[in-house]
């Protein structure tokens, strides 16, 4: 078998990547700890508004995801021109969803926050309505950069956004620690700093992109959309981006049920829900991987290289994961000590991250990473209606039923959250191993 990647290659696209996930959940990770020093009202005001934006974002990432597997699918069969083309109208994509979403969580944040998150106390609703307005001007900026990113992943060049992103998090972290302990602008010290790097960092790779040297580049030209190449972006992107959206609903509606607990359950869910992303670092690098060279093998129209390179990425995550939970558990109380929160907070919070933790290492991977190369596969549909299904079934109805009628708390709701998992790992291994992904990928050849 002539292998489409070499070990090499590999590790040029996936090692930049884990820096690069890394570097944003230990800036995320210092940014929490210094809006904690605000207070827990700011803490739990900027946790409550990330749900909302990471809805956002899920609908603009999978947007970029479709952009990607649609070019990813092009370089495979040697249309390198035809990549170019498809990068031109992902931006256009991209930047018009970003501008849409920006326009309509300003207009409407305060019907927002109150819809998901009305019955929270006064001085977290005022934190949360301006770290919500100051983060949605970034949204088009993001926008650009996840397109742009995607396109660099793409090539194989990840390489590109780890340097960005080290641009972009020293912006915020530098900028944070200015507008929180110097000029003293509390939640909106957390908020300006991400919008001016958003901005930074989407330009940088705009222009990058500009390059003609690089394979997959934007085509001067005139302003014109091709609808047929943005049929295909949207084809893997609007099932994405319901998937991706309908679960960070399910997320922000998790948390709304949390929100009627108290605040000092709504900052225990924040803090856990930065320390849990640490034991997924690697897994969320081979999510992005696994777009691009999963797409690459599509479009060589080779099957047995799909299989090879599935088992391959999966079995990384899984000894990855393991190793970077192990190292989470092990250290849990010495790194909640750092946050500065009460004792029952901190207690909490510890009680969260085992259970995320401890259960990642066994069903994560496959719950997130495989379905993937279903997508990879053009296969959006299947995982769009698991995963829905699975996340208002279990995800929102569970955890209300566990949480609040049961009286667990947080507690229930995250044992609903593996429950989740379970369930969508059980259909998507089923998935792969029925091969109904060959028809959708139109694979007609094996070696």
């Known amino acids: 078998m002539n292998l489409l990647f070499s070990k090499k290659d590999l590790r040029r696209l996936i090692v930049p990547l884990v820096f690069e996930q890394a570097l944003a959940i230990t800036v995320g990770m210092a940014d929490t700890m210094m809006v904690s020093s605000v207070g827990e009202a700011a803490i739990s005001g900027v946790s409550l508004v990330d749900m909302i934006n990471m809805l956002m974002f899920a609908i603009l990432a999978a947007l970029a995801t479709g952009g990607a597997v649609v070019v990813s699918q ?187 607990f108290g605040t000092t359950q709504i900052a225990a869910n924040g803090v856990a829900n930065n320390l849990d992303s640490v034991g997924c670092i690697i897994g969320q690098a081979m999510n992005l991987a696994m777009i691009s060279v999963i797409g690459r093998c599509v479009g060589a129209n080779d099957e047995k290289q799909v299989r090879y390179y599935t088992g391959y990425l999966l079995k990384i995550t899984y000894i990855s994961t393991f190793i970077l939970n192990a190292i989470v558990l092990s250290l849990l109380h010495p790194i909640l000590s750092i946050y500065g929160l009460s004792e029952e907070t901190t207690h909490l919070a510890w009680i969260l991250v085992m259970i995320h933790n401890g259960c990642a290492t066994l069903i994560w991977p496959l719950s997130f990473c495989l379905p993937n190369m279903l997508r990879a596969c053009n296969d959006v549909t299947f995982t769009m209606i698991i995963s829905i299904f699975s996340m208002f079934t279990f995800r929102v109805a569970l955890s209300y039923v566990i949480g609040v009628h049961f009286g667990m708390g947080a507690i229930g709701v995250w044992i609903s959250m593996v429950i989740d998992w379970v369930f969508r790992t059980s259909w998507f291994v089923g998935r792969y191993f029925q091969g109904s992904w060959r028809k959708t990928a139109h694979l007609t050849r094996e070696t």
Not at 129 to 149: D, E, G, H, M, R
């Open 74 to 260: 092009n370089l495979g069969a040697g249309k390198n021109n035809e990549a170019c083309h498809s990068a031109k109208q992902l931006l256009y994509t991209v930047l018009f969803a970003g501008l849409i979403l920006a326009f309509f969580a300003i207009i409407c944040r305060g019907p927002l926050l109150r819809l998901f998150f009305g019955r929270i106390e006064d001085d977290v609703m005022d934190d949360a309505l301006i770290y919500l307005t100051i983060t949605a001007l970034s949204f088009p900026f993001l926008a650009v950069y996840n397109a742009c990113a995607a396109l660099f992943r793409s090539m194989g060049n990840s390489r590109i956004t780890l340097r960005v992103s080290v641009i972009i998090n020293l912006i915020n972290i530098v900028g944070n620690a200015l507008c929180i302990f110097v000029l003293k602008m509390g939640v909106a010290g957390v908020a300006v700093p991400s919008l001016v790097s958003r901005a930074v960092g989407g330009i940088i790779l705009y222009v990058l992109l500009k390059n003609p040297k690089e394979t997959v580049h934007f085509i001067r030209g005139p302003f014109v959309l091709e609808r047929s190449v943005i049929h295909k972006i949207l084809y893997i992107g609007i099932p994405s981006g319901i998937e991706n959206g309908i679960f960070q609903l399910g997320r922000v509606l998790v948390v709304s049920i949390i929100s009627g």
